[in-house]
């Protein structure tokens, strides 16, 4: 899972880290079994822990069998569980995904000029067409973008920059004024990372976004959590102009909100902790 893999479990790594305890492979010889993701059981079809880190993939009918299988649920996000395993609601334990501000400490500058709103996939979704529209409507603004549709046609406040090396985008996201995010993420990563460089996000009201941004209100375009949801083109237009009358000088509270709730410290420290009440 990428940043899953590289952060979390090498967190967890550190936090065994001590004399009479292994990650090992051996399913017959350990006293846990944690699947990530994965759709395929465990030789013996031990699974102890299951991590959902969404609902699509792979085939929903594996990880229906894998959930039924398994002593312990963990999910990244409550809707996922609530929308496709809701019958295992009652062993499921929502623990989000998280990032580590040590890498989003004293970046250097990107190659861009700072004041942009970024969109920052490495595949198409179909909202990058609000992104689109946003840069139509708002011709004064730069917009930057990783990808572009090969239907779209040019236009000079919108540059194209492709996908970039990691390192490289978390400079970019640095020097961005506001983030856009797409609508169909699980639990939403990117706006984790938009708020540790304090950057306001404009998201689409749906999924992850919803459970970042929204906490537990029913608003739309009001400004929630760092950032605002919108539902249609017109809120997000009326949005958008919020965070051009605030954008550089509101505190939107995003990189508070990730030190007390989203470090994959923390995150890490409750997966332990279930491990503990297993055993």
Not at 108 to 122: A, E, I
Not at 159 to 166: L, S, Y
Not at 203 to 230: C, D, F, I, M, Q
Request: hydrophobic residues 40%; glycine residues 6%; charged residues 20%.
């Amino acid at each position: 899972m990428g940043g899953v893999r590289e952060h979390c479990v090498q967190v967890i790594k550190q936090l065994f880290a001590h004399p009479g305890v292994d990650l090992t492979h051996d399913y017959a010889n350990c006293d846990l079994v944690h699947v990530q993701t994965a759709w395929k059981p465990p030789e013996n079809n031990r699974i102890d822990v299951w991590t959902c880190h969404g609902g699509f993939v792979p085939p929903i009918a594996q990880v229906r069998f894998n959930l039924r299988a398994c002593r312990t649920i963990i999910s990244v996000a409550k809707w996922v569980a609530d929308v496709y395993f809701p019958e295992e609601n009652h062993k499921t334990i929502i623990i989000p995904n998280g990032i580590d501000l040590t890498n989003w400490e004293e970046l250097p500058s990107s190659k861009l000029r700072p004041g942009f709103w970024l969109w920052g996939q490495h595949q198409l979704r179909d909202d990058w067409w609000h992104f689109y529209e946003l840069a139509k409507y708002f011709p004064s603004i730069r917009f930057v973008s990783t990808l572009s549709h090969p239907d779209a046609q040019p236009l000079q406040n919108l540059k194209v920059i492709g996908i970039q090396p990691r390192e490289a985008f978390r400079s970019i996201i640095n020097d961005c004024n506001v983030y856009v995010s797409t609508g169909s993420e699980v639990c939403p990563t990117m706006v984790l990372e938009a708020w540790a460089c304090n950057k306001p996000v404009l998201a689409w009201n749906a999924h992850g976004n919803k459970e970042l941004v929204e906490e537990r209100s029913n608003g739309v375009v009001t400004r929630l959590r760092g950032g605002y949801l919108y539902g249609d083109m017109t809120e997000m237009f009326a949005a958008a102009w919020q965070l051009l009358q605030g954008a550089g000088s509101v505190d939107y509270g995003g990189r508070q909100i990730v030190e007390e709730h989203f470090q994959w410290k923390d995150v890490a420290q409750r997966i332990v902790e279930v491990y503990e009440s297993l055993l």
